[in-house]
């Protein structure tokens, strides 16, 4: 599944011709920071997690950077998708917020 992946965004770089290209990752692809902090798409991988491979298509896509590429890897996280917010930590989030 990863290797179908990167084929496929660097075929995509290879034909957008210097226009950006946006692909999506997850934030659970890293570790909790041990202060409890932020993390970036330096922190290390989290181990643990099911899909944790597809940080190598992340690392593929932004080394066509490297290119020339104008790629951005946004990390959405968890449980963003649903019924009207009934679940997952975006409601939690926003629950403690206020």
């Known amino acids: 599944m990863i290797d179908t992946e990167v ?6 770089a290879k034909g957008a011709h210097g226009k950006p290209i946006i692909t ?7 570790a909790r920071a041990p202060d409890g902090g ?15 491979k597809r940080i190598h298509a992340e690392r593929a896509v932004l080394d066509l950077a490297k ?9 959405l996280p968890q449980y ?9 930590s975006q409601k939690e989030s926003l629950k403690n917020a206020l």
Do not use: C, M, N, Q
């Open 7 to 12: 084929k496929a965004v660097t075929a995509l």
């Open 24 to 30: 999506t990752s997850g934030t659970a692809l890293a």
């Open 38 to 52: 932020e993390t970036d798409e330096k922190a290390p991988i989290y181990d643990g997690f099911v899909l944790g």
């Open 67 to 75: 290119s020339g590429a104008h790629v951005v890897s946004v990390r």
């Open 80 to 88: 963003v998708y649903g019924r009207g917010g009934r679940s997952g």
